[in-house]
């Protein structure tokens, strides 16, 4: 629990040092600072060499039982003129996500810079780091998560876990 705290506090210093150097917005350029309160389908993807979640797939699990907010501090700026645009973000999640086995804790921190559109239906994707903690066990490492504006979804795939700690389950 100690290693979680000390990863939450290092997450939060990480966000503040990058949201306070991102105060000017360059010309032609929209800023988006928001947050939302998110309850619909959120998938958690590359969790395949940590089963998390004893889930049939444990790569792509999907639920709908969420209770997930979203802070976004996000500049976009159009890409010579054309249909691309190239944005910085930083973003916070945290929340819960509900299970058969219980009730997961979900943190994450998630910073970039000069990134060009993340195409598809994605409003924001963007990398960092992620942890979940819940009644199977722990896991963090580098993750990316997407806000996706149409269809309505969370996603947060992990592109490489740092740590995954399960809990022995005790058969009777």
Same mark, same amino acid.
């Given at each position: ?61 999907? *639920? &709908? $039982? ?9 500049? #976009? =700026? ?5 249909? !691309?645009?190239?944005?910085n973000s930083v973003a916070t ?13 979900v943190a994450g921190v998630f ?33 990316? *998560? &997407? $806000? ?9 795939? #992990? =592109? ?5 700690? !399960?809990?022995?389950r005790v058969h009777r």
């Amino acid at each position: 629990m100690r290693k979680l705290l000390l990863l939450l506090m290092v997450a939060a210093a990480v966000v503040a040092s990058v949201a306070g150097s991102a105060t000017a917005v360059p010309a032609g350029s929209v800023r988006v600072v928001s947050s939302k309160n998110w309850r619909g389908l959120t998938y958690v993807l590359g969790l395949g060499s940590c089963d998390l979640f004893g889930a049939a797939d444990p790569a792509s699990v999907v *639920f &709908r $039982d969420v209770n997930l907010t979203d802070h976004l501090n996000v500049t #976009f =700026t159009d890409f010579e003129g054309g249909p !691309l645009q190239i944005y910085n973000s930083v973003a916070t999640l945290h929340g819960v996500i509900n299970s058969a086995d219980g009730r997961y804790a979900v943190a994450g921190v998630f910073a970039e810079k000069d990134v060009r559109d993340p195409g598809g239906n994605a409003f924001i994707g963007t990398s960092g780091y992620a942890t979940i903690v819940g009644p199977r066990g722990v896991v963090t490492g580098a993750a990316t *998560f &997407r $806000d996706l504006g149409g269809p309505p979804e969370f996603d947060l795939i #992990f =592109t490489g876990v740092t740590a995954c700690v !399960l809990k022995k389950r005790v058969h009777r």
